[in-house]
């Protein structure tokens, strides 16, 4: 059976991320900024009682220059990454974090996208931005 994703548009195309790898989808959560994030990481979030970094997903892609309008909170969907993805076999744990994704979301199977390309975003890809982002900003502090 194929994986099901958690799908989203942006700037005309489809992307999906595959829901194995997410705890939980929220919208409307109260969202906090702050000047002094790493790169990608657009403020925090608290959710089912834990607080989460925030990844603005257009950033993340390069798709947007502007700083998204998070102050409306019916204007984006948060998705919860899990702490613990296989990959390859393997066993990678990191810290969980908050996508948010504009507009709405649906769900797909990869099978879908064979006929509709959807570009799939893998969690570890933005982890392991994120590890980085934090482990710079420790070596210039």
């Avoid at 059976?1 to 595959?18: A, H, P, R």
């Avoid at 993805?85 to 649906?106: L, M």
Wanted: aromatic fraction near 10%.
């Amino acid at each position: 059976m194929k994986n099901s994703l958690v799908c989203f548009t942006l700037n005309n195309e489809t992307f999906g991320i595959n829901s194995q790898e997410l705890v939980g989808v929220a919208a409307q959560c109260p969202f906090t900024s702050h000047p002094d994030l790493p790169k990608n990481v657009c403020g925090i979030i608290q959710w089912g009682g834990k607080i989460f970094p925030v990844i603005d997903v257009s950033a993340f892609l390069e798709l947007q220059k502007s700083v998204p309008d998070f102050k409306n909170s019916n204007s984006h969907t948060f998705l919860f990454s899990s702490d613990k993805i296989t990959e390859n076999d393997k066993e990678n744990y990191f810290i969980q974090f908050a996508i948010a994704v504009p507009g709405n979301i649906w769900m797909s199977t990869q099978q879908d996208s064979e006929a509709k390309p959807i570009r799939v975003i893998k969690i570890t890809d933005i982890a392991k931005t994120l590890a980085l982002a934090s482990e710079n900003r420790s070596v210039a502090a």
